[in-house]
């Protein structure tokens, strides 16, 4: 297997594409830390994992500070390490910039942007003490083009790239990689939560391509680096 003898966070782990990743982690033989605010949603997932011995469930809010360095703390404590960090916990709402309250702006930027600084911030030291890590943020296309009513999101997602980007140039000299993925649209319940339509669902990613390339990013030899990487439905419109 893989990923054998390593240990993993996934932020947002309670379903969809964090669920999917966690899932593809373990199948490699991965220790998988499951993150995420819903913690009955989240043993639904560890379940699903096999060994639970081997998997960690961590309830975090991570746009939190206080709940992402008990995150980080626990997963080594219990699991002795991180050796891969997935960011992907993140939300949208949807609403013209006139329309959006200031609350929902601020969440939006909380989670996605603060969550993942936050997230890099309790965790990079470690791995540059470990002279070695592998860091995934799920990203978006939303975060490279803007689009009507979707001023918070993107926003948020263009400062993650932008985020990532910087923690490349430190972290490299330290052996630890930074990859950026972004994602079209993918079937999940992302839009269910956000409270727009979504594309054709039949024809868009599913969580599992985004996991698949995720776990091809985390598994090449660590001289090898996939900075970043778009992944889009072969053809949406059918």
């Not at 140039?169 to 979504?198: C, K, M």
């Not at 598994?219 to 439905?233: F, G, M, T, V, Y």
């Amino acid at each position: 297997m893989k990923l054998q003898g390593k240990v993993a966070l996934v932020t947002g782990a309670s379903s969809g594409i964090g669920a999917e990743i966690a899932r593809s982690l373990a199948r490699e033989g991965a220790k998988v830390a499951l993150a995420a605010r819903n913690e009955k949603k989240l043993q639904e997932v560890a379940a699903s994992l096999g060994d639970r011995s081997r998997t960690l469930v961590v309830p975090a809010d991570i746009s939190q500070e206080s709940d992402v360095r008990e995150m980080v703390e626990r997963t080594v404590r219990q699991l002795g390490r991180i050796d891969i960090l997935i960011n992907n916990a993140g939300f949208g709402v949807f609403k013209p910039l006139t329309d959006i309250s200031v609350e929902e702006f601020d969440n939006v930027i909380g989670v996605n942007l603060r969550g993942t600084f936050l997230c890099l911030k309790h965790t990079l030291p470690l791995m540059y003490e470990q002279g070695h890590g592998c860091v995934v943020t799920i990203s978006s296309l939303a975060g490279k083009h803007g689009f009507a009513g979707g001023g918070a999101y993107c926003a948020s997602k263009f400062g993650v790239n932008g985020l990532a980007e910087s923690a490349f140039h430190e972290a490299r000299s330290q052996n630890v990689r930074i990859i950026t993925i972004s994602p079209g649209s993918v079937d999940t319940n992302f839009f269910d939560e956000a409270g727009t339509t979504s594309p054709n669902r039949d024809r868009i990613l599913q969580p599992e391509d985004v996991a698949e390339s995720v776990l091809l990013a985390v598994s090449l030899p660590e001289r090898a680096l996939i900075r970043e990487l778009d992944i889009r439905p072969a053809n949406p419109k059918g």
